[in-house]
């Protein structure tokens, strides 16, 4: 038996062609490196590993039970890299648990296709998405309440109490999170010390509000010459980020009201979000002069020390190595700023859902396929010594070993096993990552729950006006936006 894991600083590399997962494509990436998506940056399939799941019998050892079908969704195509080892699984799989008949499906999930999908009770019985999109799937009634079959399961005590929230409805089930982000601000620690904003350590003086955050920036520009800050205002990935800002001040995006889905974005709270952010280039001068760009350019900004500071999540650090050269000892980071509503920190990544109408049998089934492959809190020697090399290539390879992203599993034994052999190859002064890591699960917020891609599309444009015209109305801007969104979208949606 072969548990095969992917190395995360191979997926971190590929970051630069995967950042639409995060801001704006429509088809899910895992955010964890997920990146990771985006949580530890896996190919999105559902499970790539050939193994017997640990503690069960051996293969044939479950011959007493009625004979069920379930159907796989988002498998490979036969000449994609990992069709092999899928098929390979699947035979595994079949042999440890022969009641079970596994079928396949290629459909993968896309916000263009899933409703008609759905609607003509075309879904494969376990699907992947995001978890932007689990309210309109649980509120079409596309997706099966698994409670039961959950609870009886070793994810019941393994997940993470916060991923877990965005898939429960009224105590009910709907889907296994199986990977997750949350973003943080990455510093320039180079920048940080040419500004002399760094203690006795050399840890960076991390800004804690957004004022702060202002100031640090001008500080940087005045001592270095160089920008203090980038947010991203193109590809969707504007919209994504500036949500963590608009949150801290006090503001939202969507809201029920009387039933049905409004656009907010126009209140007090937003303008003066956004205010914050023209003020960020035109009144502080904290941003690059061309200050129009995407996530790329941020990170190729960062790591040549053009710009000190962005928001991102923490799996971006080994994309960021392999990109531009930087040095793992030249990065930093801590959670996201606090404004006048609070700290927030954008949580996101991927789920399994179930299609409605499978059955409790099925639904058993197909918890024990997750837990089979890659998507499980339970381990094996053999896995754990895939992970210890790809930790030994990260080192050799130059990535940050050691600083971690929101985890996943707080049960089972994998997260802790997982660590223990983390640290024996930690490279790093773990007090520049500190800030993050031992805080990344506070402040979480879910992304907008309806249209969240389209909203961030929005939202760049208006991203765009006050950082490249400096007389743009904040007001005016949001009015028209919140306007336009609740026309186009979300009247659509109630």
Request: charged residues 20%; contains cysteine.
């Amino acid at each position: 038996m072969k548990r095969r894991i992917i190395s995360s600083f191979l997926a971190a590399a590929m970051a630069a062609t995967l950042l639409a997962g995060c801001g704006g494509g429509d088809t899910p990436k895992d955010s964890s490196a997920n990146l990771d998506q985006k949580e530890n940056q896996e190919e999105q399939t559902p499970g790539d590993s050939n193994t017997e799941e640990p503690g069960t019998e051996e293969p044939g050892g479950e011959t007493d039970q009625e004979p069920v079908t379930i159907t796989i969704g988002n498998w490979p195509a036969p000449d994609a890299e990992t069709y092999a080892a899928m098929e390979e699984q699947k035979e595994n799989f079949v042999k440890a648990y022969p009641y079970i008949t596994v079928e396949t499906d290629e459909y993968a999930y896309s916000t263009d296709t899933f409703l008609a999908k759905a609607a003509g009770g075309q879904l494969p019985d376990l699907f992947n998405t995001f978890f932007t999109e689990t309210d309109k799937i649980i509120n079409a009634g596309y997706a099966e309440d698994i409670t039961e079959a959950f609870n009886n399961s070793e994810f019941a005590s393994a997940v993470s109490p916060e991923l877990l929230e965005l898939v429960t409805r009224d105590n009910q089930v709907y889907g296994v999170p199986v990977g997750g982000y949350s973003i943080g601000l990455h510093c320039n620690v180079a920048l940080f010390k040419e500004a002399g904003l760094v203690d006795a350590d050399g840890v960076p003086v991390f800004p804690t509000t957004w004022d702060e955050l202002a100031q640090t920036s001008a500080t940087i520009k005045e001592k270095t010459g160089k920008a203090g800050f980038f947010l991203p205002s193109t590809d969707g990935q504007g919209g994504w980020l500036f949500a963590n800002i608009l949150w801290g001040f006090g503001g939202d995006f969507e809201a029920q009201v009387d039933g049905k889905w409004t656009a907010v974005f126009d209140s007090e709270e937003a303008v003066a979000a956004l205010q914050y952010v023209k003020d960020l280039k035109w009144k502080y001068n904290a941003m690059p002069d061309n200050a129009v760009g995407n996530l790329n350019d941020w990170m190729n900004s960062y790591g040549s020390d053009q710009v000190a500071m962005g928001l991102c999540h923490q799996p971006m650090a080994n994309g960021i190595v392999s990109a531009t050269g930087m040095s793992k000892d030249n990065m930093s980071m801590t959670v996201v700023p606090a404004g006048p509503g609070g700290q927030a920190a954008q949580l996101g990544g991927n789920v399994y859902m179930m299609a409605k109408g499978t059955t409790p049998q099925q639904q058993d089934a197909l918890l024990k396929w997750l837990l089979f492959g890659k998507e499980s809190p339970i381990t094996d020697d053999e896995a754990l010594a895939s992970f210890e090399a790809a930790c030994q290539t990260e080192s050799d390879e130059g990535y940050p070993v050691g600083p971690t992203s929101l985890q996943i599993w707080v049960g089972g034994d994998r997260a802790e096993k997982e660590q223990a052999i983390r640290e024996k190859f930690v490279n790093v002064d773990m007090k520049l990552w500190d800030p993050y890591c031992q805080h990344a699960d506070e402040g979480l917020r879910a992304e907008p729950p309806v249209n969240a891609q389209e909203l961030y599309a929005v939202l760049d444009s208006v991203l765009q006006e006050v950082l490249t015209n400096e007389n743009a109305d904040c007001q005016e801007l949001l009015s028209k936006a919140a306007a336009d969104f609740q026309k186009d979208y979300l009247d659509n949606a109630n």
